[in-house]
């Protein structure tokens, strides 16, 4: 069973900064199977992508919402996932999620399309 563990949220002011991170436990030897993803949920939202990294790390894709602002990369020596998140605003308001799909499988923003999720890390911008 693939174990994930988010860290780093917290409440900042609109314009300010990030940076999550997300162990995976475990996967020592396994970690550079996975593509990786971050989601978020709202509430009264269904959950939505984020962001996601190759098994490498050499490609990445964001949302529209979050292109320019948001940064996903990882360290595959440390099996750890970071998002760092920069001129935040009060509509990245939500709880985050990292994800991964089955090994091997393909890298999409499609919630539907990952197997193993982390408990969350809420994240709260104020106006």
């Known amino acids: 069973q693939v174990r994930l563990v988010e860290s780093g949220g917290g409440s900042v002011q609109a314009g300010g900064s990030l940076r999550l991170s997300c162990a995976a436990p475990g996967l020592t030897y396994t970690y550079n199977r996975y593509c990786m993803g971050w989601f978020r949920q709202a509430s009264g939202n269904e959950r939505e992508g984020v962001a996601t990294i190759d098994r490498s790390g050499g490609v990445t894709n964001y949302a529209d919402s979050v292109k320019g602002r948001f940064t996903i990369s990882r360290d595959n020596a440390k099996n750890t996932l970071y998002l760092q998140m920069d001129s935040l605003k009060p509509e990245d308001t939500a709880m985050y999620y990292c994800?991964?799909?089955?090994?091997?499988?393909?890298?999409?923003?499609?919630?539907?399309?990952?197997?193993?999720w982390g408990q969350g890390t809420q994240v709260t911008v104020s106006s």
């Open positions: 994800a991964a799909p089955r090994p091997f499988w393909s890298c999409a923003l499609s919630r539907y399309d990952y197997k193993y």
